[in-house]
């Protein structure tokens, strides 16, 4: 705010001697309209509808804005002005006492700069072109900063409008006036904008790595630059770290390790009675720190340095279901002799159970199966050959390889029932990891290769 002490007098109010106590002067005017005699609330009453009603007009290239004192940045204060004048300053020759509250010593008449240069950018927007500052972009490599030259524009002269603005506050008259366009520099320049490139790459420069449940989670730097912005403060760019891309970085790293509780399923009767465990219930997990990641990322990175951080975890509880199935035999998926080995692949429920006639003898297990596209067969079909260790894919065709994988038991073409050491989670939501197999824990894999003799019935429904 720019308080109006000025060299020359407030032309459009005067005063000189006063005709008594807490009266105006005689000769005293606002305006070009007398007070002379009136009140201390008169007086201000006067100041405050004149403001309200002097306007700033501007014409640019034929084109007339006008605006309000006020939303010029004009700013009177009605009550401090009349007191001045009634207090006996000679307004006509002294702008500084017209201007201060003797008592208070705060301006009675001021402009807002912050509101002139908005008008300025109204009038630029309407007929100018705006100047386009200087910025700062990623490399194409994406891990770097580089500078982005700005240009000039067209637009009305700050100082000319501010002088306009001067006048009506001073002289509570409307002004009219024609301003022409004028060459209007970038507020950042290209070497402000190399200055700040160079700050930004100083700013990801530190290496940021987050670990949890054996898993390890890099930001590289194309990732780490997505995290800054900018701000323009006095003709600097400001490289700031956005907090809400780092947080949206954390909550992706999360998310890679959290996984949602899988409801255990067991059948039972009409009556609710238990007929044999169908699903068992496995937990969920969740990261729990969240913020105090993200807050310790922004934290280092401003301290330019490196961040380690571990992401905690807690299990979500999971609930167990009953369903209600027919309690005869045409409830399994298989009509077996008494005694009989057989595997039941229930693709639905993501698990896999070994029979010997309707008896549960391992499981049920959770496993992953096919995903889209890879889906795993439905059928009944018997196990025909077991590796106890052997290379998956990695031949020709095979959009895949894992060597050396354990347990193997083949029940159908390529269709094996396998260990899966990559795999973090079995069971519901985790089926894409698998091409079409079904993978389990080593140790279980182990059981069925061990169990499963060659001729055993696997039956792969849903």
Request: overall charge negative; aromatic content about 6%; hydrophobic content about 45%.
């Given at each position: 705010?720019?308080?109006?002490?000025?060299?020359?007098?407030?032309?459009?109010?005067?005063?000189?001697?006063?005709?008594?106590?807490?009266?105006?002067?005689?000769?005293?005017?606002?305006?070009?309209?007398?007070?002379?005699?009136?009140?201390?609330?008169?007086?201000?009453?006067?100041?405050?509808?004149?403001?309200?009603?002097?306007?700033?007009?501007?014409?640019?290239?034929?084109?007339?804005?006008?605006?309000?004192?006020?939303?010029?940045?004009g700013?009177v204060?009605?009550?401090?002005?009349?007191?001045?004048?009634v207090?006996?300053?000679?307004?006509?020759?002294s702008?500084?006492?017209?201007?201060?509250?003797?008592?208070?010593?705060?301006?009675?008449a001021?402009?807002?700069a912050?509101?002139?240069?908005?008008?300025?950018?109204?009038?630029?927007?309407q007929?100018?072109?705006?100047?386009?500052?200087?910025?700062?972009?990623?490399?194409?490599?994406?891990?770097?900063?580089?500078?982005?030259?700005?240009?000039?524009?067209?637009?009305?002269?700050l100082?000319?409008?501010?002088?306009?603005?001067?006048?009506?506050?001073?002289?509570?008259?409307?002004?009219?006036?024609?301003?022409?366009?004028?060459?209007?520099?970038?507020?950042?320049?290209?070497?402000?904008?190399e200055?700040?490139?160079?700050?930004?790459?100083?700013?990801?420069?530190?290496?940021v790595?987050?670990?949890?449940?054996g898993?390890?989670?890099?930001?590289d730097?194309?990732?780490?630059?997505?995290?800054?912005?900018?701000?323009?403060?006095?003709?600097?760019?400001?490289p700031?770290?956005?907090?809400?891309?780092?947080?949206?970085?954390?909550?992706?790293?999360?998310?890679?390790?959290?996984?949602?509780?899988?409801?255990?399923?067991?059948?039972?009767?009409?009556?609710?009675?238990?007929?044999?465990?169908?699903?068992?219930?496995?937990?969920?997990?969740?990261?729990?720190?969240?913020?105090?990641?993200?807050?310790?990322?922004?934290?280092?990175?401003?301290?330019?340095?490196?961040?380690?951080g571990?992401?905690?975890?807690?299990?979500?509880?999971?609930?167990?279901?009953?369903?209600?199935?027919?309690?005869?035999t045409?409830?399994?998926?298989?009509?077996?002799?008494?005694?009989?080995?057989?595997?039941?692949?229930?693709?639905?429920?993501?698990?896999?159970?070994?029979?010997?006639?309707?008896?549960?003898?391992h499981?049920?297990?959770?496993?992953?199966?096919?995903?889209?596209?890879?889906?795993?067969?439905?059928?009944?079909?018997?196990?025909?050959?077991?590796?106890?260790?052997?290379?998956?894919?990695?031949?020709?065709?095979?959009?895949?390889?894992q060597?050396?994988?354990?347990?193997?038991?083949?029940?159908?073409?390529?269709?094996?029932?396998?260990?899966?050491?990559?795999?973090?989670?079995f069971?519901?939501?985790?089926d894409?990891?698998?091409?079409?197999?079904?993978?389990?824990p080593?140790?279980?894999?182990?059981?069925?290769?061990?169990?499963?003799?060659?001729?055993?019935?696997?039956?792969?429904?849903?």
């Amino acid at each position: 705010m720019l308080a109006l002490v000025l060299a020359v007098p407030l032309a459009g109010i005067s005063g000189r001697a006063a005709y008594a106590a807490d009266l105006a002067p005689a000769g005293a005017s606002i305006g070009g309209q007398s007070v002379a005699g009136m009140t201390r609330e008169e007086v201000a009453t006067v100041v405050a509808d004149r403001a309200a009603n002097t306007t700033v007009s501007i014409t640019v290239d034929d084109r007339t804005i006008e605006t309000s004192l006020a939303q010029a940045g004009g700013r009177v204060d009605a009550v401090a002005l009349a007191d001045a004048l009634v207090d006996g300053a000679d307004l006509a020759q002294s702008a500084a006492y017209a201007a201060v509250d003797q008592a208070a010593q705060a301006p009675a008449a001021s402009v807002d700069a912050e509101a002139v240069a908005a008008l300025a950018e109204r009038i630029d927007a309407q007929v100018g072109a705006p100047a386009v500052n200087a910025s700062i972009q990623p490399t194409a490599q994406g891990d770097a900063f580089e500078a982005v030259p700005g240009s000039n524009g067209r637009g009305v002269d700050l100082a000319a409008l501010t002088g306009v603005v001067e006048n009506a506050v001073t002289t509570l008259t409307s002004q009219t006036v024609e301003l022409p366009l004028t060459d209007v520099a970038p507020a950042v320049t290209e070497d402000a904008a190399e200055r700040a490139a160079a700050n930004a790459d100083a700013l990801i420069s530190p290496e940021v790595s987050l670990t949890g449940e054996g898993e390890s989670i890099t930001a590289d730097a194309a990732t780490r630059a997505a995290w800054v912005g900018t701000t323009a403060v006095d003709g600097e760019l400001v490289p700031t770290l956005l907090e809400e891309s780092v947080a949206a970085w954390v909550d992706q790293a999360a998310a890679s390790l959290e996984v949602g509780p899988i409801s255990g399923i067991d059948n039972v009767d009409a009556e609710g009675n238990l007929l044999e465990p169908a699903r068992p219930a496995q937990a969920g997990l969740e990261v729990t720190n969240r913020d105090a990641v993200t807050d310790g990322i922004v934290a280092a990175l401003e301290a330019h340095e490196s961040y380690t951080g571990e992401l905690a975890t807690q299990e979500v509880a999971a609930d167990t279901e009953q369903r209600v199935v027919s309690s005869g035999t045409d409830r399994f998926a298989y009509s077996a002799q008494a005694g009989e080995k057989w595997i039941d692949i229930n693709l639905a429920d993501s698990t896999i159970t070994a029979y010997e006639g309707y008896e549960q003898v391992h499981g049920p297990n959770l496993m992953n199966h096919g995903g889209p596209g890879n889906e795993t067969i439905t059928g009944t079909y018997e196990v025909y050959l077991s590796y106890e260790k052997q290379d998956l894919g990695c031949s020709a065709g095979w959009s895949y390889c894992q060597r050396d994988v354990a347990w193997v038991t083949y029940w159908h073409g390529n269709y094996a029932i396998h260990s899966a050491p990559w795999a973090r989670h079995f069971g519901v939501g985790a089926d894409a990891g698998s091409h079409g197999c079904i993978n389990l824990p080593e140790e279980e894999a182990h059981w069925y290769y061990d169990w499963a003799e060659t001729g055993t019935t696997v039956v792969s429904h849903y």
